[in-house]
């Protein structure tokens, strides 16, 4: 799968869990979720006894968040689910440098926001055609189908 469809597919499971729901359970529920999408992404050969071991773990924090629903288990809900994406991404760099990777990724994230040259790939022809439709129809539509609602919910 391309990451646009991942990314589609866990904004649908996001919506379909959090929609008027108990946040607990459904944060449990999400978390099982990720790590079985984590599993399934991740190739063959990064999948070492460490890599299941995480893979073990964030089901059981997991559970434990959805039954309990404290904020220790969110916490072990979080790091293990993180712990295993670093893992099966990059499953040669040592786990103590997760923590600096995700942190430099975090503040390096203000600046890359606003590079927008490096959101959409380099075409050989320059069209302007596309440009407007990619730049200002489409987000005109979103704006208008947005208010639109919004004007006929109240």
């Known amino acids: 799968m391309k990451k646009h469809h991942l990314i589609f597919i866990t904004v649908f499971a996001i919506i379909i869990l959090f929609y008027k729901e108990y946040i607990a ?28 071991t995480l893979f073990v773990t964030s089901i059981f ?7 309990f629903g404290e904020a220790i288990s969110f916490f072990a ?6 712990l295993l994406r670093f893992k099966g991404t990059y499953p040669k760099i040592k786990p103590f440098l997760y923590i600096e990777v995700l942190l430099l990724n ?6 890359r926001v606003f590079n ?5 790939e380099k ?25 639109f609602h919004l004007r006929s919910g109240k």
């Open 25 to 52: 359970l459904n944060l449990g529920i999400f978390g099982i979720f990720l790590s079985v999408l984590t599993y399934t992404q991740t190739k063959h050969e990064f999948r070492t006894r460490t890599f299941l």
């Open 61 to 67: 924090s997991s559970f434990a968040f959805a039954w």
């Open 77 to 82: 809900v979080f790091v293990s689910v993180v």
């Open 106 to 111: 975090l503040f390096t994230f203000l600046g």
């Open 116 to 120: 927008i040259d490096g959101w959409y």
């Open 123 to 147: 075409s050989k022809e320059r069209s302007f055609a596309k440009k407007l439709i990619a730049m200002i129809l489409i987000p005109a539509f979103f704006y208008h189908n947005f208010l």
